[in-house]
């Protein structure tokens, strides 16, 4: 099977609206095979973990990459060099290090986001006025996020649609001015952004003793966390006050969960109640494994997420997260990053280590 | 019923506010009672320690200390006694680690603690420790002697069980009065050790204060800190930093940090015959405390050339393991460990090329590199990384980039290897070497990361040698 083979396997997939459970199976299938038969390391690695095609009996067996691997391997079925896009992490840990994922096309990871938009934030509505607090694709080539929002702005924002960070500052006014306008406007208005992002504004609309009440079906979605780049709220606290400074009901305040190792993304039903519940559309899975032996833990129990995402056809199709989460009837509860572990006794961990000997 | 820890001297139980934890697993679940005190609450313990030490601990002669810690250790080496079934019991549940290895490891650590350990531990530290009694003969001439804090700060960290009692013996031992903040992942030993003083003696345990408070609240350790003439602290460098912050200029802070230590192997070792009992000890210094021990190896360095392989040498040492892990099962994880668990075993076979030993649960890895590689610490939980390497000559230059970091290296060599590579070893850093076997258990008076236990926390008051002369002539009998 070769690229264009698999690509419109994997557009027809997205496309049909009804996935069940076999047609998920022999897709998970061919797209760990065609890994298997076109990327060596990740062959290597598969056969590391006693896993070839023909090992493998259900999606579940296909051996996860842990998302460390993204920084050391090349995980590529297509030349590196003739990659449509390369989506790489921050590199905020290992020394800057920066995880990478290479698309072949875009094609598979656009369907995939544009479905699954469209379900989940649209709600059937064809466009909507949309802000973004996120630098532009033109800003940040690879950061599979600025993609990713300029895409939901150029596929479902309407015309008065734009972003509101230009040299890594955040325009305050014209956004104030924005949010103004679409509460006289009376249409919905979606506020989408880092959540870093969503923490900067709300400080500085605190300062300035701002407060909007935007239009109903207006929608706030954060994604990714606070990254040490703004003060930590807990999510209480943090859904509070977007529903107070904007008007906008918890309900309405969504949470994405994506990662440049994936091509799709999960989101949650609102967050009146936290922490919510995640979940994502029919070509993703997800199994909540002990990440010793990679099996799945009993449901309600704390493991690691390890995502199937047919999507993600050009890199790993099953990734070993390093968040923790529960499996749930509807999905899973992200509990959040299982990292950096710390030495119980007075031995030293390896990321004390590195930062020690790293600075010495 | 829950466990009370802390021992609060001055301050009865109804007056102080607890806090609740839970340990254990479901199967054996410990309800712990942590104190929460106010702060003027932790200021007026200190004020009573203080007077307390200077009215019992200053004025007796050390060796009525030696005796009654003696005494109370003697109870706590008696299986029967009430307070060693109680840590027997309870220690394994608050920590994980299992019961039996608790037990054996509680008991060889309490012998560093009786009468003749006790005064090597002095006479290391001491030519005369009278000198903590009365003004003694120097060898330069005059006299001297030692003074200690009125106020000891401890600050402990990790759960390795019974770590306090270092630095609260070394504190009663100078006739300090102590004020000790136990961690959270062990906060009952240090209290118990009190209570069992107070029954042998009362006076003595009245210059002991345990407590507790969440990591990060900074106005009970500026307190602390404030409150203490010496400050000693453990736990990782991001801690130490933040205490060393709050330490007022000029007062004196000893801080003990994270550190690394590893294990070498010579062909001496690796005879048939001897390879196996090698693999033995090498196996039970990573197992005891799953390796959270700051003298737990983290890497194996094995000479190359000798009967059995580096190779061959991890296997054996693989088998051991999982003989250990039988008789000792490591303590359950944490998610967030048996992540980095098996984030490291990734990168060691994935990223540095190794050769991974190890059960499915992943309850003990080996990593195996052909060739040198420099020190890397593991994950730790029974998880280690077996290096070949050319010489033994050559891995004091692998490990001093780190020197900083290093503590005890073991060592299985004969006796012209071992004192070529003290040498060598101590020149970049190390400052404890030991047989292979014995790393975990350091002998009665070792010099802690290098330094002096005792000396380190007592100030010297001299008579200068002329003054004696000076007062002569003013004598009433002067010619």
Same mark, same amino acid.
């Given at each position: 099977?070769d690229?264009?083979?698999?690509?419109?396997?994997?557009?027809s997939?997205?496309?049909?609206a009804?996935?069940d459970?076999d047609?998920?199976?022999?897709?998970a299938?061919k797209v760990?095979?065609?890994q298997?038969?076109?990327n060596?390391p990740?062959?290597?690695?598969?056969r590391?973990?006693?896993r070839?095609p023909r090992?493998?009996?259900?999606?579940?067996?296909i051996?996860? #990459?842990?998302?460390?691997a993204?920084?050391t391997?090349?995980?590529?079925?297509?030349?590196?060099?003739?990659?449509?896009?390369?989506?790489?992490?921050?590199?905020?840990t290992?020394?800057?290090?920066r995880?990478?994922?290479?698309?072949s096309?875009l094609? #598979?990871?656009?369907?995939s986001?544009?479905?699954?938009?469209?379900r989940?934030?649209?709600?059937?509505q064809?466009?909507?006025e949309?802000?973004?607090l996120?630098?532009t694709?033109d800003?940040?080539p690879? *950061?599979?996020l600025?993609?990713y929002?300029?895409l939901?702005v150029?596929?479902?924002?309407?015309?008065?649609?734009?972003?509101?960070i230009e040299d890594?500052?955040?325009?305050?006014?014209?956004l104030?001015?924005?949010?103004?306008?679409?509460?006289?406007?009376?249409?919905?208005y979606a506020l989408?952004g880092?959540?870093f992002?969503l923490?900067?504004?709300?400080?500085e609309?605190?300062k300035?003793?701002?407060?909007?009440?935007l239009?109903e079906? *207006?929608?706030?979605m954060?994604? =990714?966390?606070y990254?040490?780049?703004s003060?930590?709220l807990?999510p209480?606290d943090?859904y509070?006050?977007?529903?107070?400074?904007?008007?906008?009901p918890r309900?309405?305040?969504?949470?994405m969960?994506g990662?440049?190792?994936?091509?799709t993304?999960?989101?949650?039903d609102?967050n009146e109640?936290?922490?919510?519940i995640?979940s994502g559309? *029919?070509?993703?899975?997800t199994? #909540?494994?002990?990440p010793l032996t990679? *099996?799945s833990v009993?449901?309600?129990e704390?493991g690691?997420?390890a995502?199937?995402?047919l999507a993600?056809?050009n890199?790993?199709v099953?990734?070993?997260?390093?968040?923790?989460?529960?499996?749930?009837?509807?999905?899973f509860?992200?509990?959040?990053?299982?990292? =950096?572990?710390?030495a119980?006794?007075?031995?030293m961990a390896v990321?004390?280590?590195?930062?020690v000997? =790293?600075?010495? | 019923?829950?466990e009370?820890?802390?021992?609060?001297?001055?301050?009865?139980?109804e007056?102080?506010?607890?806090?609740?934890?839970?340990?254990?697993?479901e199967?054996?679940?410990l309800e712990?009672?942590l104190p929460s005190?106010?702060?003027?609450?932790?200021?007026?313990?200190?004020?009573?320690?203080?007077?307390?030490?200077?009215?019992?601990?200053?004025?007796?002669?050390?060796e009525q200390?030696?005796e009654?810690?003696?005494?109370?250790?003697a109870?706590?080496?008696?299986?029967?006694d009430?307070?060693r079934?109680?840590m027997d019991a309870?220690?394994p549940?608050v920590?994980g680690?299992?019961?039996?290895m608790v037990?054996?490891?509680l008991s060889?650590y309490?012998k560093?603690?009786?009468?003749?350990?006790?005064?090597?531990?002095?006479?290391e530290?001491?030519?005369n420790p009278?000198i903590?009694?009365? !003004?003694?003969?120097?060898?330069?001439?005059g006299?001297?002697?030692?003074f200690s804090p009125?106020?000891?700060g401890?600050?402990?960290?990790?759960?390795v069980p019974g770590?306090?009692?270092?630095?609260?013996?070394?504190?009663?031992?100078?006739k300090?009065?102590?004020?000790?903040?136990?961690s959270t992942s062990e906060?009952?030993f240090?209290?118990? $050790?009190?209570?069992a003083l107070?029954?042998?003696?009362?006076a003595?345990a009245? /210059?002991i204060g345990?407590?507790?408070?969440?990591g990060?609240?900074?106005?009970?350790e500026?307190?602390?800190?404030a409150?203490?003439d010496?400050i000693?602290?453990?736990?990782? %460098?991001e801690?130490l930093?933040?205490?060393?912050?709050?330490?007022?200029?000029?007062?004196r !802070?000893l801080?003990?940090?994270?550190?690394v230590?590893?294990?070498i192997?010579s062909t001496?070792?690796?005879?048939?015959d001897?390879?196996?009992a090698t693999a033995?000890?090498a196996a039970?210094d990573?197992?005891?405390?799953?390796?959270?021990? /700051?003298y737990?190896p983290?890497m194996?360095c094995v000479?190359?050339?000798?009967?059995?392989?580096?190779?061959?040498?991890?296997?054996f040492l693989?088998?051991?393991?999982?003989?250990?892990?039988k008789? $000792?099962p490591?303590r359950k994880?944490?998610?967030?460990?048996?992540n980095a668990?098996?984030?490291?075993r990734?990168?060691?076979e994935?990223?540095?090329?190794?050769?991974?030993f190890?059960?499915?649960?992943g309850?003990?890895?080996?990593?195996?590199?052909?060739a040198?590689?420099?020190?890397?610490?593991s994950?730790l939980?029974?998880?280690?990384?077996?290096v070949?390497?050319?010489?033994l000559?050559?891995v004091p230059?692998?490990?001093a980039p780190?020197?900083?970091?290093?503590?005890?290296?073991?060592i299985?060599?004969a006796p012209?290897?071992l004192f070529?590579?003290?040498?060598a070893l101590? %020149?970049v850093?190390v400052?404890?070497i /030991?047989?292979?076997?014995d790393?975990t258990?350091?002998?009665a008076?070792?010099?802690?990361?290098?330094?002096f236990n005792?000396?380190d926390?007592?100030?010297i008051?001299?008579?200068?040698?002329?003054?004696?002369?000076a007062?002569?002539?003013l004598?009433?009998y002067?010619?």
């Open positions: 099977m690229c264009d083979e698999i690509t419109a396997e994997l557009l997939f997205i496309s049909n009804e996935n459970d047609a998920f199976e022999v897709l299938h760990f095979q065609y298997f038969e076109n060596g990740f062959a290597k690695f598969a590391s973990r006693g070839t090992t493998v009996k259900s999606w579940a067996d051996p996860a #990459v842990p998302i460390n993204f920084k391997m090349d995980l590529t079925c297509c030349n590196p060099d003739q990659a449509a896009a390369i989506f790489m992490t921050s590199g905020t290992q020394g800057g290090v995880g990478k994922n290479y698309h096309t094609r #598979v990871y656009d369907a986001m544009k479905m699954n938009f469209q989940r934030i649209m709600n059937g064809k466009q909507m949309m802000g973004i996120f630098p694709p800003a940040m690879n *950061s599979s600025a993609h929002l300029n939901a150029t596929e479902f924002g309407t015309r008065e649609s734009g972003h509101f890594e500052a955040i325009d305050f006014k014209r104030i001015d924005t949010l103004r306008d679409a509460e006289g406007f009376g249409q919905p989408l880092a959540s992002s923490v900067h504004v709300l400080d609309l605190h300035l003793g701002a407060a909007f009440k239009p079906g *207006s929608l706030v954060d994604t =990714g966390g990254k040490g780049q003060r930590e807990n209480d943090f509070n006050a977007l529903a107070q400074t904007f008007g906008v309900s309405r305040c969504v949470n969960y990662m440049t190792e994936l091509s993304q999960f989101y949650d609102g109640q936290c922490p919510s995640k559309p *029919s070509w993703i899975r199994r #909540v494994t002990d990679g *099996s009993p449901k309600g704390v690691i997420l995502h199937t995402d993600n056809f890199s790993a099953t990734i070993l997260t390093e968040d923790s989460g529960i499996e749930t009837d509807e999905g509860i992200l509990l959040g990053r299982a990292s =950096g572990s710390e119980q006794g007075c031995s990321d004390e280590f590195l930062k000997a =790293g600075a010495a | 019923m829950p009370h820890a802390g021992y609060l001297p001055g301050l009865e139980r007056n102080a506010k607890w806090t609740q934890k839970s340990y254990g697993t199967g054996t679940p712990v009672l005190l106010e702060t003027e609450q932790l200021v007026s313990m200190a004020q009573h320690i203080r007077q307390q030490a200077t009215q019992h601990l200053k004025t007796i002669p050390v200390i030696v009654a810690i003696d005494r109370t250790i109870r706590l080496l008696d299986r029967q009430f307070h079934r109680r309870l220690l549940t920590t680690y299992d019961a039996e037990q054996l490891g060889g309490l560093t603690f009786r009468k003749p350990q006790l005064r090597r531990f002095l006479a530290d001491f030519a009278a903590l009694d009365s !003004f003694q003969p120097l060898a330069k001439g006299f001297g002697r030692a009125g106020v000891l401890h600050i402990w960290a990790g759960n770590l306090p009692l270092w630095s609260l013996v070394a504190g009663l031992l100078v300090s009065g102590n004020l000790g903040k136990v906060p009952l240090a209290g118990w $050790f009190a209570e107070a029954e042998v003696e009362p003595l009245e /210059c345990i407590v507790w408070w969440r990060g609240e900074t106005e009970l500026t307190a602390l800190t409150e203490s010496i000693l602290g453990y736990g990782s %460098n801690a930093a933040a205490i060393q912050a709050r330490v007022p200029t000029g007062k !802070f801080a003990y940090g994270h550190k230590s590893f294990a192997v001496a070792a690796l005879d048939t001897k390879a196996t033995r000890l039970y990573v197992a005891r405390y799953d390796q959270q021990g /700051c737990s983290q194996i000479e190359r050339g000798g009967r059995v392989s580096p190779q061959r040498f991890a296997q693989s088998h051991e393991l999982a003989a250990i892990e008789k $000792f490591r994880l944490t998610i967030t460990e048996a668990l098996a984030s490291w990734h990168d060691e994935m990223k540095f090329g190794g050769e991974i190890g059960d499915e649960t309850s003990w890895t080996v990593s195996f590199h052909m040198e590689s420099n020190l890397m610490p994950s939980n029974r998880a280690i990384r077996v070949g390497v050319e010489r000559a050559d230059a692998m490990i780190f020197k900083s970091l290093l503590q005890t290296v073991g299985a060599a012209e290897h070529q590579l003290a040498d101590g %020149n850093g400052t404890r /030991c047989a292979l076997g790393m258990t350091p002998e008076g070792w010099h802690h990361d290098g330094r005792l000396s926390l007592v100030t008051t001299e008579i200068d040698h002329r003054a004696e002369f007062a002569d002539r004598a009433p002067a010619e």
